[in-house]
């Protein structure tokens, strides 16, 4: 075995939630390493749709929606510097955003939804509910069937491919540390330190972040935290590329950079199975196609089926283990979204900074009450 | 969606040599049986057109080629359902099959599916095969059988591989202007491949029909290069030259139209799809399934027969596809083990047979490194015009694999789907990372298996569910996907 | 980019349009075969690049032979049979919507 590897920190979890800690752990100074998987693990990075969306979220949590606010707000500059860093064009593009909605009943339901976040959350939260004309206005390409559409200025979408390669990028920069194809074996707490046995190697480090997505189920007890995380499948279809039409990402249908449009999406409980079905994708296809007729004759290319991580309530988990201090879960499903929030504000509390006050609720201990 | 019913015994997925001898059997054994392809006509690729070819195209093509006759009359002469025009797009984890024919959707189901979807050329990726004008030697066969034409102007084949001598012959004899045929197989692939000499002389028709092709080629005056490296396909708007390193120095040949040709490989996308296992085979330097001798792959009810399984040729394929016809009949109790037995013998001698040419003709044919792990600025994804450069760089960013690589590079992603890029990214990464192709893996194919209008989805979406209380898009208003 | 070999058994005539000019060809010809026949190399743009291709493989693999056949886009030449009074024209680049942008 070979001499442990000594680092400041250790990240678990190469997604776009473990590249952005490691990011901004780097970025601050930090001597990082950071572990990952094979190619054929579970990724659900890779599935990502890309929106960079505040609308909807975080209803009976508002400290969720403010922690969203944030990081919508701190994109543009994330975005910014990690192009500057790296070369790499994100293609974030925050022009507002749309929940389509196919009835009457749909959209007063959405609208009210967001005023009841606007209520709990007590500060400025801007949305529109629009009638189908004004959609139509916005994109013509809008079918009849759309009655009308939840608009927030604040939505926007980026590359969860670029993003993700433009963080690994900076990383190695930053002289970051990744370690690929490497699955763990052991973790070890031992006189202050983290001992992780993967590959046959050996690394140690005085803090360890787990942010392994599904696998922090099994990992976060290790260091004596709970992060009882369950697979949430979503199928999405991706077309050939069009010239550009649609301007505002939607929240089902968005056309990336590349002029291609991604369809989504699905939310189905199968265990750790990331096929795709057709029974899914066919509804998907109708769905996009009332929404947007001409997309009928658009030629599918790929379809995915991601797993997604996803806890009891939705919300993340963010701790500090009491057991074995200088270890953190980090787990969240809007890994995207919350990006600039991981590499800025939590990395900052990772380093032995301010706890930021939005997360404070984010414990597992919460689910235990949820239960009584 | 309800589940689909059993519409068939056995389901045959692939109307060339392997799927029609396959279908034939399964036929004539009293199984219920459907014949798909996705092409106007039966005959797979090498009997591509065989029975509408024109007389004196079929005469110059010769036996070889009208023997697809006797496998296209087979099949009308049993009762079997053959849908040609038929584009199969998803086969799902119950062997529900998918398919588009006249734009209609159509779906069936059987407890046996032998999938003879037979094989692709090797890309051959070399600067400036992009270019148009470049095409490969095969592609000027299918246009010889199915359109009596040959390419104008001054013709250069380069390459290696037993078709690649085949087509040069072919074309001069429909009097086209072959002026060159560009060798690239090292001399070292001679020393290796004379171990499996011995085996090759009991399949002694093939190597005389090798040596006369030869033969011809080097009466007929044009030139020939051995051992050429460094090709390089030059021109503004088309191809205009082939450029190479051949004897000691820089040659270049002037053409029209430039035909590349590194053998054959297993068209694996169907496999990949049902994750059946695969192996690296690394003297074909291509992928396999992994079968037993009536091609039952590791998924139930699934078997693969002929090239798309591995590379055998033609007279082999239709020996695997009687056979896998016959497991599937065995497996549905319609043969007793005795008859199983008996009826396989012969065909597992036919095999033998046929195979016994191949360790020799690999070796021989063998491609160079520099083909299958071409130079940095080589495009490998022509879709998405991504270079040999671009995958290596993805390796050292961290990727371990061509789907990590596909995710952050592009490659892949377009509609093709990586059938021509997979087979390089594999090699190209296994070198960069020091690991084998095993190791690496292969993209993850998922349906639809080639690129479909939405439309084509969404008919088959349930009226009452695609907007409903219970649809997929109520999400829990609190959590959302992005 | 093709040309008929001579003596064969003639099939009945197809006329289609290629880029509003009347080509004739045979029954049976695919639209790939018939758009070389008439000395076309290339069949058209790629959306990255702008890159001139044509078609590669002639048997449904490659995606390069892509054009537009009445109106419908990304049409896999090679794949599709000829008729009379057919419309081809080059792919230039990404799918176009009509009227969009």
Known sequence: MNRAMESDTLVIGGGVVGMSVAYGLARAGERVQLLDEGDDAYRAARGNFGLVWVQGKGLGQPDYTRWTLQAAAAWPEFAAELTQRTGVDLELAQPGGMTMCLDDAELSERGALLERLRDQLDAEYPFAVLGSAEVRRLIPETGPAVAGAVMSPLDGHVSPLRLLRSLVQAFHSLGGQLCAGTRIEAVEHQGGQFVVRAAGRSFAAGKIVLAAGLGNRVLAPLVGLRAPVEPSRGQILVTERVRPFLRYPTLYVRQTGEGVLQIGDSKEDVGLDDGTTLVQLSKIAARAARCFPLLDGVNIVRTWGALRVMSPDGFPIYQASSECPGAFVVTCHSGITLAPQHAGPLAGWIRGGLEPAPIRNFKAERFDVQKN | ?482 | MFRKIDGLAARPAVSLFFEDRSILAQEGDTIAIALMNAGARAFRETPLSGAARGPLCLMGVCFDCLVEVDGTPNVQACMVAVRDGMRVRLQHGARRFEGGT
Request: glycine fraction near 10%; proline fraction near 7%.
């Open chain 2, 1 to 482: 969606m309800s589940t689909v019913s059993m519409t068939h015994d056995l389901i045959v997925i692939g109307a060339g040599p392997a799927g029609m001898a396959a279908a034939a059997s399964a036929a004539a054994l009293g199984l219920k049986t459907v014949l798909l392809d996705e092409q106007a006509r039966m005959g797979g690729q090498i009997y591509r057109n065989v029975q509408a070819c024109d007389p004196k195209v079929a005469a110059l093509l010769g036996p070889d080629y009208t023997h697809g006759t006797t496998l296209t009359d087979a099949v009308n002469r049993t009762r079997l359902e053959v849908r040609t025009g038929a584009l199969i797009w998803d086969v799902a984890p119950d062997l529900t099959v998918t398919g588009l024919q006249d734009r209609q959707a159509f779906q069936i189901r059987a407890p046996q599916i032998i999938a003879a979807t037979g094989a692709m050329e090797r890309p051959s990726p070399v600067p400036g095969w992009t270019l148009p004008g470049v095409l490969n030697a095969g592609a000027a066969q299918i246009a010889l059988k199915s359109g009596g034409v040959v390419p104008q102007g001054r013709i250069v084949l380069a390459g290696a591989g037993p078709l690649l001598l085949l087509v040069a012959c072919q074309l001069l004899d429909a009097g086209a202007d072959v002026v060159g045929v560009v060798e690239t197989s090292p001399g070292h692939n001679r020393v290796r491949a004379l171990r499996h000499l011995p085996a090759a002389l009991a399949a002694w028709p093939y190597l005389a029909k090798g040596l006369r092709m030869m033969m011809r080629l080097r009466k007929s005056g044009i030139l020939w290069f051995a051992q050429a490296q460094a090709l390089e396909i030059q021109g503004a708007d088309c191809a205009q030259a082939l450029v190479f390193q051949a004897g000691g120095r820089t040659q270049r040949v002037d053409a029209d139209c430039v035909l590349l040709h590194h053998g054959v490989i297993p068209n694996t996308q169907l496999s990949r799809l049902l994750r059946v296992d695969h192996r690296w085979d690394d003297r074909q330097l291509a992928w396999q399934v992994v079968t037993d001798t009536f091609g039952q792959t590791s998924r139930p009810g699934l078997r693969v027969a002929g090239d798309g399984a591995a590379i055998g040729g033609a007279l082999a394929a239709e020996a695997s596809g009687a056979l896998a016809a016959l497991g599937a009949a065995h497996q549905l109790g319609r043969l007793t083990d005795d008859d199983f037995a008996t009826r396989a013998r012969p065909l597992h001698r036919s095999l033998a047979r046929h195979l016994a040419i191949r360790p020799f003709l690999d070796e021989l044919y063998r491609p160079p490194t520099w083909i299958v792990q071409p130079a940095d600025a080589t495009i490998v994804c022509r879709c998405e015009e991504v270079t040999a450069g671009r995958v290596r760089e993805m390796a050292r960013l961290g990727c371990v694999g061509p789907n990590q690589t596909k995710f952050f590079s592009r490659c892949g992603m377009g509609p093709c789907q990586g059938r021509i890029c997979g087979s390089t990214v594999t090699q190209v990464l296994a070198a960069e990372l020091d690991k084998s192709p095993n190791e690496v893996g292969a993209y993850r194919i998922r349906a639809p298996l080639k690129p479909i209008p939405l439309g084509a989805l969404s008919a088959l979406a349930v009226p009452a569910s695609a907007h409903g209380p219970s649809a997929p898009h109520c999400a829990p208003p609190n959590v959302e996907k992005e």
